[in-house]
C-alpha cells in the first residue's frame, strides 16, 4: 500500500513517517482530527507540508515515547524524530470541549495506533 492516502490535515504520524502496512488506527486518527474541527471550530492541525504536520501533531499530541522510535521500523522515522520530546497537551489546548467529547478526542489523536485502537476496543469508547 502506499502512504499518500488521507488529506494531509487528518494524516496520522505513521503515515507521515512512512508507513506502507496500515489498519484502522488511520481512520481513527482520521475521524478524532474531524471531531477536534467540529468541536473547536476550525482545522486543529492545519500543516502545509508533512514536516509541518509532523511538527503540528508533536506539538498537540507530543511526539512519541523512546520505546516508540526504538521498534519502530519505519521509513523516516529517524528522519523526523525531534531533537526534544513534546508534552501532549490536548486536554489543555481543547479544555472548553464538551466533557463527554474530550476523552474520545483524546484517545482517537494517540500517537501510536495501537493505543488508540487497544484502548477504543477495550474501553467501548
Known sequence: MTNRVVTLWYRPPELLLGATDYGVGVDLWSAGCILGELLYGKPIMPGRTEVEQ???????CGSPSDEYWK??????????KPREPYKRCIRDVFKDFPPSALPLVDTLLAIDPMLSFNTISIEGV
Open 54 to 60: 509532523l511538527h503540528k501533531i508533536y506539538k498537540l
Open 71 to 80: 521498534k519502530s521500523k519505519l521509513p523516516n522515522a529517524t528522519l523526523f
